[in-house]
């Protein structure tokens, strides 16, 4: 009989005798394999409840384990390690250890949201996958991710002018990443961007290069976010146990070529 999901099971944990007869069957090679037993003792039994008071980790509650988000996923297609149901599991158990043995590979959901239109529970896959690559980071499990890098630029600049400027953006999210901004397929895209782009349009997002956009009488709403933002950081720090600032774990070589 096949194992299901056979790529959650650790091979160190997979047995399989090559010559096997009992009772005088034989059960050599595939029919012989059994999966050894773990003994879990370390449990963090507020995991779940520090995933859910995360953005996008609220309804993780719900989860019946169907597998309907895992059949859907869009990484699981070409990655079967890419298993949201199986972390969502995990998260649900307290299993800390066990799930960090992946957190090399959950940020790497695309945020495609097929599993959050599969789900029958509306439990939100997508905000979970989100919630749990941002615990990983706000624990120090892991560097922060492009993504979160696109993500504190995006928010500083509307916070700060209240207003977007794409070009801003573009050379703040490369230089938090190390990346050059001279990179061939950028040039290009700016080559073919000018050649399409009326006059007007040009000049206008030049200016806005030089001189930053602003909303005018900001102020006020400027202030009002920063408190807002500053009370929902406070709070989940709070309820992640993290008053005292945490060392952010060290990001792999190439790890700037993420997809924000
Ligand atoms: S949003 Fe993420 S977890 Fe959900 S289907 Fe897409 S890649 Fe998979
Ligand atoms: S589809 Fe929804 S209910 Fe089913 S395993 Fe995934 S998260 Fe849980």
């Not at 993500?151 to 801003?168: L, N, P, S």
Request: with cysteine; charged share 25%.
């Amino acid at each position: 009989m096949p194992i299901h999901e056979h790529s959650l099971i650790r091979p160190e944990n997979l047995k399989t005798h090559e010559k096997l007869v009992i009772d005088g069957v034989d059960v050599s090679g595939h029919w012989s394999t059994f999966i050894e037993p773990r003994v879990v003792t370390d449990y963090n039994e507020r995991l779940q409840e520090e995933i859910a008071a995360l953005p996008g980790g609220e309804h993780i509650h719900r989860c019946w384990q169907c597998g309907s988000c895992t059949n859907a996923c869009t990484v699981n297609a070409v990655n079967p390690d890419f298993n949201p149901r199986y972390w969502i599991y995990l998260i649900r158990m307290g299993m800390e250890a066990e799930l960090l043995r992946d957190k090399d590979i959950i940020w790497q959901c695309v945020s495609c949201n097929k599993c959050t239109y599969a789900c029958p529970r509306d439990v939100f896959p997508e905000g979970v996958m989100k919630a749990t690559a941002h615990w990983l980071e706000l624990k120090g499990h892991a560097p922060k991710s492009s993504s979160t890098h696109f993500d504190e630029e995006f928010t500083e600049q509307v916070i700060a002018t209240g207003k977007i400027e794409e070009g801003r953006i573009v050379r703040g999210f490369f230089g938090r990443t190390g990346q050059p901004l001279r990179q061939p397929w950028l040039i290009e895209m700016a080559r073919r961007l000018a050649r399409k782009l009326p006059v007007r349009l040009g000049l206008l997002m030049g200016l806005a290069a030089v001189i930053r956009p602003r909303t005018r009488g900001w102020g006020r709403a400027r202030r009002a976010l920063e408190e807002y933002v500053h009370e929902q950081q406070a709070q989940r720090r709070r309820a992640l146990g993290l008053e005292r600032p945490v060392q952010p774990a060290e990001a792999p070589p190439g790890a700037g070529a993420r997809a924000p």
